[in-house]
């Protein structure tokens, strides 16, 4: 059986695009596993199903490389907008997507589609938002064991659950142990990302961030998201910054009710046919 699929990065955080209107197979969690393999398929950090059209709303489901669901993705939800353009699903510059989360807004800044604003919704920092175990509280700079050390944590529900730390140095390496740590305490869900972040100066965030049900990312919206607004709410910039990444940046708005706006590129990649041969081992 033969398939169609389409790449596309936002900052090097790299997406298929499963277009269910062209393709006959169902997606499937299994599936999902084997396309998003490096070694064993075209290798991913995710994967974007739709658009199905429902109620005159555009949809789009978001899988996780190890076959679980993603309810939003910054990263995501700008390289599907831009998928929408390409294939002429949409001939506005304004519009909405329609996430497991909800709604969305996008808008389109460039002929082409490459640039694109994406309203990321309200972010909260209540416990029972996230959700945390516990009395309901606003968990800032909250003291929390994660292995054998104490970290200062902030957390914050974008849609997704982070876990936002800040540290005087900042490495990969640092976060895929806290994060690995993060997943591992029983006292945050068992799905939440981390993000370790410095301030560069009230402009410009420098972060790295770990995702649950992908790992080690080079870039991630909810992550720059989650970490501009902690930044924001401690004082420690202005509610516009720049978020450095190490696939590259994107430019953050916080209101002062902590509505999130997030403007960065996408690059399309290519289509990519797969063999017979290879569809039939995802049937």
């Known amino acids: 059986m033969s398939l169609t699929i389409y790449r596309y990065h936002g900052l090097e955080n790299d997406y298929l695009v499963y277009d269910p209107n062209t393709n006959i197979l169902?997606?499937?969690?299994?599936?999902?596993?084997?396309l998003c393999d490096r070694h064993k398929g075209i290798g991913s950090d995710g994967i974007l199903e739709g658009p199905y059209f429902e109620n005159n709303t555009i949809r789009l489901h978001i899988w996780n490389p190890d076959g679980s669901k993603e309810s939003s993705s910054g990263n995501g939800v700008r390289i599907f907008a831009r998928?929408?353009?390409?294939?002429?699903y949409i001939d506005a510059d304004r519009f909405e997507i329609h996430t497991d989360l909800g709604s969305t807004q996008i808008e389109i800044?460039?002929?082409?589609?490459?640039?694109?604003?994406?309203?990321?919704?309200?972010?909260?920092?209540?416990?029972?938002?996230?959700?945390?175990?516990?009395?309901?509280?606003?968990?800032?700079?909250?003291?929390?064991?994660?292995?054998?050390?104490?970290?200062?944590?902030?957390?914050?529900?974008?849609?997704?659950?982070?876990?936002?730390?800040?540290?005087?140095?900042?490495?990969?390496?640092?976060?895929?142990?806290?994060?690995?740590?993060?997943?591992?305490?029983?006292?945050?869900?068992?799905?939440m990302n981390t993000t370790i972040?410095?301030?560069?100066?009230?402009?410009?965030?420098?972060?790295e961030t770990y995702e649950s049900g992908v790992g080690y990312v080079q870039s991630s919206g909810t992550g720059a998201c989650a970490a501009a607004a902690v930044a924001?709410?401690?004082?420690?910039?202005?509610?516009?910054?720049?978020?450095?990444?190490?696939?590259?940046?994107?430019?953050i708005e916080v209101s002062k009710d902590f509505e999130v706006h997030m403007t960065g590129n996408v690059v399309y990649i290519g289509k990519i046919e797969l063999s017979?041969?290879?569809?039939d081992t995802l049937s």
């Open 109 to 191: 800044l460039d002929k082409i589609g490459s640039r694109i604003r994406v309203s990321m919704g309200k972010v909260s920092f209540w416990s029972q938002d996230i959700p945390m175990g516990g009395e309901n509280r606003l968990v800032i700079n909250e003291d929390m064991v994660l292995g054998q050390t104490i970290y200062p944590v902030n957390c914050i529900s974008i849609g997704n659950p982070h876990c936002v730390i800040l540290l005087h140095k900042i490495t990969d390496e640092a976060v895929k142990m806290i994060g690995e740590r993060v997943l591992q305490s029983k006292n945050l869900p068992d799905h």
């Open 83 to 88: 998928f929408l353009k390409d294939h002429e």
């Open 276 to 279: 017979v041969e290879y569809g």
């Open 232 to 251: 924001y709410r401690l004082g420690m910039t202005s509610n516009q910054m720049k978020v450095s990444m190490p696939g590259g940046l994107l430019e």
């Open 26 to 34: 169902p997606l499937t969690r299994d599936m999902v596993m084997k």
């Open 197 to 207: 972040l410095k301030v560069h100066d009230r402009e410009h965030l420098l972060i």
